[in-house]
């Protein structure tokens, strides 16, 4: 998995494309969401609410991913449009 991210971006223009960055993102996310998968519910056991706060963190941790990634985009890599 190591080697298989910076391969992504040996095409001429690859590091342009949207796509390829978004893909490149989510393989390096991989790992920090199989440990959050393993670790939050762990968290979470005790709490009468368990379920509702685990799947609360994990939309909204979705959600932000999501703004970040939509706002890169449409404003051409800047956060400031």
């Not at 893909?23 to 996310?29: E, H, I, Q, T, Y």
């Not at 932000?64 to 985009?73: D, G, M, R, T």
Request: aromatic share 14%; glycine share 10%.
């Amino acid at each position: 998995m190591v080697m298989f991210s910076p391969m992504m971006f040996d095409a001429p223009g690859s590091d342009e494309n949207v796509y390829t960055q978004f893909l490149f993102f989510s393989v390096l996310a991989f790992p920090v969401l199989c440990l959050m998968g393993g670790i939050l519910p762990w968290i979470f056991k005790r709490h009468p609410k368990s379920i509702w706060l685990y799947g609360l963190s994990g939309l909204a941790i979705g959600l932000v991913i999501l703004a970040v990634v939509l706002l890169s985009v449409q404003c051409g890599g800047d956060f400031a449009c």
